[in-house]
DNA sequence: TTGCAGGGGTCAA
DNA sequence: TTGACCCCTGCA
C-alpha cells in the first residue's frame, strides 16, 4: 500500500484525499473554531471545509484519524502538514504550562487545539478586519472581499473563493471594497494593499525579525495596533511568545490569574513571565476556554 | 415596532 | 485618556 511517513505520523492514500492515523493532539473543531481563523464552514458530519493557501479542503478528525479530503500527497507533504503545524510535539507544550490546576483546566478542556501557520497577508487583512468587531461579522466580510477580487474553486458542487493575492486587488479602491461591509476598517485595507504592493511592508521580512521588531513594523499598518499585530504574529508568523490580549483574555487573565482588574499592558507581562516562549499557545487554550464557558463575562 | 447599547481595537485629539 | 468609528444583533 502507498503511504507516506512525516514524523509519527502516517498518511495513507483514500479517495478524493489522504487518512492521516496516529495524530496525537488534533480536534478539528477546537482547531478551526477557536478563533485564529475565520474561513471555514462547518458540515453535517462535523467535518470542516477550509479555504487556505488557494484550495479547498475537507478536515475531519477522530481520535488519533484525521481525515482530509480533496488533497493528495503532494500537497499534504507541501502545504498542509505544515499549514496543521502536525510536526510540532503538544504534549510537550501542554507539560510545560500545567503549572497550575487553571491552565490544567484549560488544556483539557481545549485539548487537540493547535495553531495553525495562516498565511501573513491573509492573515493582516482579517485581522485588521477584527478589530471591534464579531466573529459573524468578521468572516462574512472576508468572504464578501474574497467573492469580489479571489478565484472561483469548486468543490462539491459549491463554489469557493480564494483569498485575494495582491495582484488579484490590482484593481480595487475603497468604493468597491466598501461593499464588503467591513465599515470603517475599508480605508485600512485599502493602505495596507497600497504598502505591500509597494514593497513598504514586507511580510516575509517581517517574519524573520524578531517578535518586538516585527511588531513595531506590523503597527506601521493603519488599522495594525497592538493586539492586532500580535494575532499576526502568533497566527502567521510562529512568534509564540506573544499574547494577543483582547477583552475576553484581558477579563480571562484578570480573573483567574491577577484577581484584579489589570490594565493591558499588565496582563502582557504577567503573560510573559508566566508562560514566557509558550504564551501563544497558552492564549489559544485559556481563550477557548473563557468564550466556551464565558468565564469573566459577568 | 423602534431605539439604543455594544462588540475578539485603533486612531486622533 | 477618551470618544468616534461601520455594521449588525440583541434586547428593552
Known sequence: MDYLKLSNIVAEEIEDGILLKNVS????????????????????????????FGKVINVKSNGNEVRILNTDFKDFKEIWFEYLDLGRDYSRIKEVL????????????????????????????????????????????????SQMYGQTINYNDKVYYTFPTIKDLSEADLSDIKSCKAGFRCKYIIKAIEMVRKGEINLEKIKSMKTIEAEKELKKIPGVG????????????QKYDTYPVDVWMKRITEELFLKRKSKTGEISDFAQKRFGDFSGF????????ARELKIGKS
Not at 117 to 122: A, I, L, N, S, T
Not at 282 to 289: D, I, N, P, R
Request: glycine fraction near 4%; include cysteine; proline fraction near 2%.
Open 282 to 289: 497558552a492564549q489559544e487554550y485559556l481563550f477557548y476556554y
Open 226 to 237: 497592538i493586539k492586532v499585530a500580535n494575532c499576526i504574529l502568533l497566527f502567521s508568523m
Open 98 to 145: 500545567s503549572t497550575d490546576d487553571t491552565m490544567k483546566s484549560a488544556i483539557k478542556y481545549g485539548e487537540g487545539i493547535r495553531i495553525l501557520k495562516q498565511d501573513p497577508w491573509e492573515t493582516l487583512i482579517s485581522f485588521i478586519i477584527s478589530a471591534n468587531n464579531r466573529i459573524p461579522m468578521i468572516a462574512r466580510s472576508i468572504s464578501l472581499f
Open 25 to 52: 493532539d488534533f480536534n478539528a473543531k477546537h482547531i478551526f473554531e477557536c478563533g485564529q481563523c475565520f474561513r471555514w464552514d462547518k458540515e453535517e458530519d462535523d467535518s470542516y471545509t477550509v479555504i487556505a
